[in-house]
């Protein structure tokens, strides 16, 4: 009888704790969203992406980075501005490399000091016959008044020359800056309005580059039919008020992708998995699916002196890492230029797309499980042990099945049961008294 009584208290406290708990992970659930929420999941997430940092797959695209480091930007003066004529004699070599595409990273709205040679940049953009296509950025600026409406284009004297040419581009290279400055996130697109006043979806590099390496040049009917159907689930208009949209789950096709418009949180975030080799002090990062080498050998060498065989078939980017140019960012790897989380970014959605989130009832049915598991071992054990079990429990089971999502571009926080746990220890701690 006494064993029979005591196998009833066992149970009876297993239920108890299993309501204790499924009720505590319901209300985190339901409060995810919150700032402080976000941050634990953001912070469990970075861990993961340092950990399988340069963890690439074999049949990955390969990049390749043009770098205006520091070293270039003095070695040229310190301009003000890029001289034209250092990227036109970049482009040419870029493209006389072979790659699969170019990205021109710089902004190209103000003219330079020089008529002659912006002159001679146009020439080369209008006339540009490929077959290497280029992508270049269309730059923004955002409203004093109402930050949250669509931003104004600054008109680009080269984009308008090369609208109907079928190896040029102009995309958006904007990303999401956290609180704590930190670049964890990719734009799908932008509401931006044309200098004359109509509303335009902006697509940004990684789309296009995606849409290029896909079909080939030229993907201009595809890019303007994913504008299309963007702006219909999403009107905007350039005198609109606020920013405020409703939601909506509609996709887009990118490259044989379903890619949503409007994606969660969690479901914009860039998979890094390339670090930038110059925050340890080395001058260039050679590896087989990266290589950056700085500008200066180049522009300063006459033309066919350097090999171009490294560029052959990657994807290019030439961009400006220098401290005065204001484009090195903090990310879950470190500090790192714009071209690497252009690059980044590009492979995440490339290889991985979006990440994914596991429909809402797996994440349930995973979590009462645990919790089940969890109330088991508070039955058995006080509440200090039943803690420090259960956590193991949860860390031995969920992480290795983190790693095995992440793989797969699904990510599952293993974050809220670990916060159940603790605060079921608080509640049974004052339940105890």
């Known amino acids: 009888m006494r064993s029979r009584t005591s196998r009833h208290g066992f149970w009876r406290e297993v239920l108890i704790n299993l309501a204790l708990g499924l009720g505590i992970a319901v209300v985190l659930f339901a409060l995810r969203d919150l700032p402080r929420f976000k941050d634990v999941e953001d912070a469990s997430l970075d861990w993961f992406i340092q950990i399988r940092q340069a963890d690439v797959a074999d049949d990955a695209p390969t990049f390749a980075v043009i770098d205006f480091d520091e070293r270039t930007y003095r070695a040229i003066g310190q301009p003000y501005y890029t001289p034209r004529r250092h990227l036109l004699k970049l482009l040419k070599f870029a493209t006389e490399g072979e790659p699969k595409l170019v990205i021109l990273d710089f902004d190209l709205s103000r003219p330079g000091s020089e008529p002659g040679e912006e002159e001679a940049l146009a020439a080369f953009l209008r006339d540009y016959a490929g077959p290497v296509p280029i992508i270049a950025v269309q730059p923004v600026i955002r409203s004093l008044e109402n930050p949250e409406a669509a931003r104004t284009q600054r008109p680009v004297a080269f984009r308008e020359i090369t609208r109907d040419n079928p190896y040029v581009y102009w995309g958006s290279a904007l990303v999401t800056v956290d609180d704590d400055f930190t670049v964890r996130r990719w734009r799908v697109w932008e509401r931006s309005c044309t200098p004359d006043g109509r509303p335009e979806v902006l697509l940004p590099v990684q789309i296009i580059a995606a849409m290029l390496v896909e079909y080939g040049p030229p993907v201009h009917d595809r890019l303007e039919a994913a504008r299309r159907e963007i702006f219909d689930a999403l009107p905007f208009a350039c005198d609109a008020e606020d920013?405020?949209?409703?939601?909506?789950?509609?996709?887009?096709?990118?490259?044989?992708?379903?890619?949503?418009?409007?994606?969660?949180?969690?479901?914009?975030?860039?998979?890094?998995?390339?670090?930038?080799?110059?925050?340890?002090?080395?001058?260039?990062?050679?590896?087989?699916?990266?290589?950056?080498?700085?500008?200066?050998?180049?522009?300063?060498?006459?033309?066919?002196?350097?090999?171009?065989?490294?560029?052959?078939?990657?994807?290019?980017?030439?961009?400006?890492?220098?401290?005065?140019?204001?484009?090195?960012?903090?990310?879950?790897?470190?500090?790192?230029?714009?071209?690497?989380?252009?690059?980044?970014?590009?492979?995440?959605?490339?290889?991985?797309?979006?990440?994914?989130?596991?429909?809402?009832?797996?994440?349930?049915?995973?979590?009462?499980?645990?919790?089940?598991?969890?109330?088991?071992?508070?039955?058995?054990?006080?509440?200090?042990?039943?803690?420090?079990?259960?956590?193991?429990?949860?860390?031995?089971a969920l992480v290795p099945l983190t790693f095995y999502g992440y793989n797969h571009g699904v990510w599952v926080n293993f974050t809220l049961p670990l916060t159940a746990v603790w605060w079921q220890r608080i509640i049974r701690g004052l339940y105890e008294r």
Do not use: C, K
């Open 243 to 396: 920013g405020g949209q409703v939601r909506t789950r509609e996709t887009i096709d990118v490259a044989g992708r379903a890619v949503l418009i409007q994606p969660t949180w969690t479901e914009s975030r860039i998979f890094y998995s390339f670090p930038w080799g110059a925050a340890s002090g080395q001058t260039f990062v050679n590896t087989r699916h990266l290589v950056t080498r700085p500008a200066l050998p180049i522009i300063d060498s006459d033309a066919g002196r350097v090999a171009t065989d490294w560029l052959r078939d990657r994807l290019l980017i030439i961009s400006g890492s220098y401290d005065e140019g204001g484009d090195v960012h903090v990310t879950p790897l470190g500090e790192m230029p714009g071209s690497l989380v252009i690059a980044n970014s590009i492979y995440s959605l490339m290889v991985r797309g979006q990440v994914i989130e596991p429909p809402l009832w797996q994440i349930l049915l995973f979590h009462t499980g645990a919790i089940f598991v969890m109330s088991m071992l508070f039955a058995r054990f006080t509440s200090f042990w039943g803690m420090v079990l259960s956590g193991a429990v949860v860390i031995v």
